[in-house]
């Protein structure tokens, strides 16, 4: 089994740190900057061999060629972003697996917040790294892509078994919580899901990861062909893309 670190970084990413024991290789995924990375290896006497970018937002790939100028390591991303990620060594695209010491890695690609944005599925270890396609409670701007092929993304996502853990890019969510609450105010799974949100929060503890089996029950996003939900917005039987359009500009305004 992997072992996963989470490390605090600017004023609300995280970058994560996976660890193959059998292999001692480790990867980082999405480095916003190197010295927490460097931290965390040397105290635990681990070599970086990987990077693993989601996209090519400064924030993600901003400590990439530091990282590999300090370590050797190789820099992976989406084959369509190679003029946009610093340092990429190899290029994937959806489908392809990678191998990580004794597992296996997914690629799936999901379009949306950019053009490139792709997630990598650890099927054994339950673990997902989706970047800013999916966060707690939450979906990332479209900044690039549609509507429609960030629905078509999310739901990808949301096919992936109940257990997996999602290890999303951002600690977002207890705002996410209080607008999806103007979206269900009386909706039980949600208000119990928020309530929690805000007493870890006002501890100063992560959210993230979460299990998707909680987002598919109270993420807005994850909802949008929910008819609950569409009745509520005063949509019944309209398209989930068109749905999902009109949560995503609330949020959006919100």
Known sequence: MI???RLPALSDNYIYLIHEPQSG???????????PVMAALRARGWLLTHIFNTHHHW??????????QATGCEVIGFRGDAS???????????????????TRVQVLEVP??????????FREDQALFCGDTLF??????????TPEQMWNSLCKLRDLPDQTWVYCAHEYTLDNARFALTLEPDYPPL???????ERMRAHNQATVPSLLVEEKR???????????????LGMSKQRAVAVFAEIRQRKDRF
């Open 25 to 35: 290789q480790t990867a980082a995924v999405d480095p916003a900057v190197a010295e």
């Open 84 to 102: 946009r990620i610093p340092g990429l060594d190899r290029m994937v695209s959806e489908g392809q697996s990678l191998d990580f010491g004794a």
């Open 136 to 145: 707690a409670l939450g979906c990332g701007r479209l900044f690039e892509g």
């Open 59 to 68: 924030d993600h790939v901003g400590a990439n060629l530091a990282l590999k």
């Open 218 to 232: 109270t993420n807005p996003f994850l909802r949008a062909d929910s008819p609950e939900l569409q009745e509520r």
């Open 3 to 5: 072992e996963i670190l």
């Open 112 to 121: 949306g917040h950019t053009l490139g944005h792709i997630a990598y599925w």
């Open 191 to 197: 208000v119990a899901r928020a309530q929690q949100v």
